[in-house]
């Protein structure tokens, strides 16, 4: 037990986190019945939650800072989960940080460290709701002009000021009722409520990408691709098809025929990648002929990384952004009304100069492959027509700089979450001892286990972060259907395998209870 003087500065904030809004964990074991209860309820909340549109908000005047993220961070423009799990992943991403390099001085495997690490994370999270949702809607999400002159009735002229903070509380308080419920799925369902969020939005984005028959603004085709196929055999002879017809529902965007075959294509790539493991025997130390196995994945850190990484890839197109266009920002030193730090249009999130741009997100070959083969391609790249000033030479070096931003920042973020959440090879070691198993052939001492797992654990912990993030990005760069970008699909495929394996394992201790002390449940 660590002494007063040893602990984390964050023990300073225990009154106030410890009063905070949270989830009762369980007094005991949940019904595996009762376990999907939870995660269907928490789902059709999610998506009702996602039809409650902020009052008093106007959706024409209002601009979504993160309209190309919507597919990874769940959430919905103008909705009371406008920020989505944003706000949940940038205190993550804090904490996992502050916990890497050591500035918090909490040892996760102490159970009042532990506490007070999660506790100071929903802390964050509020800080973070604000922090984001603050800047938006003092220039992004405009209220409406009735909503306000009404408020300036009751409030003296104030209707503007009253107005902003009224929605900014809306969207706190329903980003973290978001929160919430991912610790409902976390305790008392199985899986996690931001993994339920990211597959739930990239289902919507699909299922919208294939079928939808809206038209596209300004013509008749529709807009999803089964549909729009339809429309152009139907409409079109053969040699109209041959004429430029089938170049145009190939690759020409929305939702190009190209598209759901490289969505086919990730979906089955990730799916191998998730099956890919290295499998450690092991044996019971006392009951002779229980065996058992130890997987070590190929993507050993989970998805997790991948989410930060984008978040984190979010987090600096938003603030270039801020700094470019927003009044108040401008005036920051070095950083306000730079244009290399980024180059925005009026209306438009996405850049389309400066540093910022050389690693934002590519989104199908349209973006890059086919500008680079030919130039008659490059009206694909911009309405506006102002990405044509860009040589090959600057959207190489695009693909370039996003395709290292994701590799490293997913290597570096592996290793942080491996550490913080005791799978590297000390923390398995003890968890295999505990648990009476020991690799056939060793002694049965922590020690070997730690020396055995380290010729595996730290090196495919590397690995895993690299390839995840060259797939990653990869998939985004070839594109897919809907609002589902290639970074979501493999996302949602991950965890859909996941959340299979955590089922079977809870009808597995279900049938037989002796295994959920191996597991660690209660």
Not at 234 to 251: K, T, V
Not at 350 to 374: C, E, F, N, R
Request: glycine fraction near 10%; aromatic fraction near 12%.
């Amino acid at each position: 037990m660590a002494s007063d003087e040893d602990k984390s500065r964050l023990y300073k904030l225990k009154p106030l986190i410890d009063r905070m809004p949270a989830v009762k964990a369980p007094d005991g074991h949940v019904h595996f019945r009762r376990k999907m209860f939870w995660l269907i309820l928490v789902l059709i909340t999610y998506f009702i939650m996602t039809n409650v549109t902020v009052y008093g908000l106007s959706l024409e005047r209002s601009l979504d800072l993160f309209e190309q993220f919507r597919a990874i961070f769940a959430g919905e423009q103008g909705s009371i989960v406008h920020m989505g799990i944003m706000p949940i992943v940038n205190a993550s991403i804090i904490m996992q940080l502050f916990q890497g390099a050591e500035i918090v001085n909490l040892d996760m495997k102490d159970e009042e460290d532990r506490a007070v690490f999660q506790n100071t994370q929903k802390f964050l999270v509020i800080v973070m709701l604000l922090i984001q949702a603050i800047p938006q809607v003092y220039g992004y999400l405009i209220p409406s002009e009735v909503f306000v002159s009404t408020l300036g009735g009751y409030f003296a002229g104030r209707g503007l000021l009253v107005a902003r903070i009224l929605i900014i509380s809306q969207i706190t308080l329903g980003g973290y009722y978001l929160f919430l419920l991912d610790e409902v799925v976390s305790k008392w369902a199985v899986g996690s409520g931001i993994s339920l969020f990211i597959v739930a939005g990239v289902a919507q984005g699909l299922f919208t990408g294939l079928f939808n028959w809206d038209p596209i603004p300004g013509g008749e085709m529709p807009t999803g691709t089964i549909p729009r196929t339809v429309y152009v055999m139907r409409n079109n002879s053969a040699a109209e098809i041959a004429g430029g017809g089938l170049e145009e529902l190939l690759i020409q965007p929305p939702n190009p025929l190209i598209g759901l075959v490289f969505t086919i294509l990730i979906l089955l790539l990730v799916a191998y990648i998730e099956g890919s493991r290295i499998e450690l025997p092991l044996a019971h130390g006392r009951a002779r002929g229980a065996r058992g196995r130890y997987p070590i994945k190929l993507a050993y850190a989970s998805v997790i990384p991948v989410i930060l990484a984008a978040a984190l890839l979010a987090n600096i197109n938003l603030f270039a952004m801020l700094f470019y266009t927003n009044p108040t920002f401008q005036s920051f030193p070095l950083l306000g009304g730079q244009s290399w730090l980024g180059i925005f249009l009026e209306g438009q999130t996405q850049p389309i100069g400066g540093a910022v741009w050389y690693i934002s997100q590519v989104d199908g070959i349209h973006q890059w492959l086919l500008p680079l083969i030919s130039e008659r391609y490059e009206y694909m790249l911009s309405p506006e027509g102002v990405d044509w000033a860009h040589t090959k030479f600057q959207m190489l070096a695009r693909v370039i700089g996003y395709f290292l931003f994701m590799v490293i920042t997913c290597v570096l973020f592996s290793i942080f979450w491996v550490k913080t959440t005791n799978m590297d090879a000390e923390s398995v070691a003890e968890q295999i001892q505990d648990s009476g198993m020991q690799i056939p052939g060793f002694r049965r001492d922590p020690r070997v286990l730690q020396r055995v797992l380290k010729r595996y654990i730290p090196t495919i912990t590397t690995f895993s972060g690299l390839f995840i993030g060259a797939v990653a990005a990869a998939s985004d760069m070839l594109g897919s259907v809907g609002h589902a970008t290639g970074i979501s699909l493999f996302l949602a495929v991950s965890i859909l395998t996941q959340l299979y394996e955590q089922i079977g394992k809870e009808q597995m201790m279900e049938m037989h209870p002796a295994l959920r002390d191996f597991f660690g449940e209660q």
